[in-house]
Nanobody, 121 residues
Framework: QVQLVESGGGLVQAGGSLRLSCAAS????????MGWYRQAPGKQRELVAG???????DYADSVKGRFTISRDNGKNTVYLQMNSLRPEDTAVYYC???????????????WGQGTQVTVSS
């Protein structure tokens, strides 16, 4: 199994910054893509940013130019630097990784428990 532990959420004023971290641990053979999703009350979970194993990144239009995703493969950790935060960024942020636990096991998705980000106006 693979466990994901997120940290870095909290309450911030509009225009402020936060940095989220997500560390993967457990029986990891290899990690493919990593990413951050968010879910606001009454809304569906949406992709915020993703990063491939070779560092290719993808962002939701709503966060381009404000958020930056990065990863440290040696630490099995993915980060999300969030700048110029807006009240509409308020949500629970979830980390996801696509990983396998052995050479013969298929890739599968693993999710973190979520961390609350609240942006006040």
């Amino acid at each position: 199994q693979v466990q994901l532990v997120e940290s870095g959420g909290g309450l911030v004023q509009a225009g402020g910054s936060l940095r989220l971290s997500c560390a993967a641990s457990g029986s990891i053979f290899s990690i493919n893509a990593m990413g951050w999703y968010r879910q606001a009350p009454g809304k569906q979970r949406e992709l915020v940013a993703g990063i491939s194993s070779i560092g290719t990144t993808d962002y939701a239009d709503s966060v381009k130019g404000r958020f930056t995703i990065s990863r440290d493969n040696g630490k099995n950790t993915v980060y999300l630097q969030m700048n110029s935060l807006r009240p509409e960024d308020t949500a629970v942020y979830y980390c996801k990784t696509v990983a396998r636990t052995s050479a013969i096991i298929s890739l599968r998705d693993y999710w973190g428990q979520g961390t609350q980000v609240t942006v006040s106006s």
